[in-house]
């Protein structure tokens, strides 16, 4: 047993460090942590609580890596990032009034939607379809603030869910599409770990050692995003979606 405790930490940083790979490219890094967490012991508030203290560094470096690749439109960030970061304030505090379990059926429905839409969705987009101007930040800005506030209520998906939209209604490419989601995805989690945090559920001698893996996976994940493009991100999409969908079905 007294193995078992000291090799927990490395156990953790570990998964960590495989998921903020995934979560950078596609989303769903969430389907390691949260089952890691609660095999480390954690009941299921304290780990919720705890997965956004260190999944936050993942999406937070990620976005870093993408900013520097010149994927991220600075002036699209100054929307979305705090509409993201209000929305999932909003859904936190509407979690209260009204149970998550209703939207199982839904997410599910759009889970394996997405996976389809992304699987088909063309190698790059058509000239003349993307979004640009003020249309182009009234969609980001709007996408930001609903999907912040799923994260903020329930939470498996964003990322994928923010990636898709961002295709959907923006026209942008998938490598573009996952750069401009880690605005989003960064600010909702910075916000649920803000109120978490004030609420005490965040056990930092658990999130802190997964910190690191977090930090380097989310490096690394946007690194192969940037220099794969949009194959790697359409396979790592339609992959989390389908496992995402297929846990949501295990929970109904």
Known sequence: ??????????VLACVALVAGTVDAIGG??????????LWAGLPPHLALG???GQSVFGSGAALVRYLR????????ARVTFPLG??????????????????????????????AVFVALRRAAPQAGTRREGRTRL????????VIGGYDGFFGPGTGTFLIVAFVALLGDGLARASAEAKVVNFASNLAALVLFSTRGVV?????????????AGGWLGAHLAVRRGDGLVRGVVVVIALALAAWQALQL
């Open 1 to 10: 047993m007294h193995d078992l405790e000291l090799l927990r930490p490395a």
């Open 28 to 37: 769903g890094g969430g389907l390691l942590t949260l089952p890691a967490l």
């Open 50 to 52: 705890t997965n956004k």
């Open 69 to 76: 690749a010149g994927l991220v439109d600075p002036a699209q």
């Open 85 to 114: 970061f209000a929305g999932s304030l909003a859904g936190a505090a509407l979690v209260l009034c009204i149970s998550p379990e209703r939207l199982r059926p839904l997410v599910l429905a759009l889970l394996a939607g997405a």
């Open 138 to 145: 009234v969609l980001a800005g709007s996408t930001a603030l």
């Open 203 to 215: 056990v930092w001698r658990v999130a802190l050692p997964m910190t690191a893996g977090q930090l």
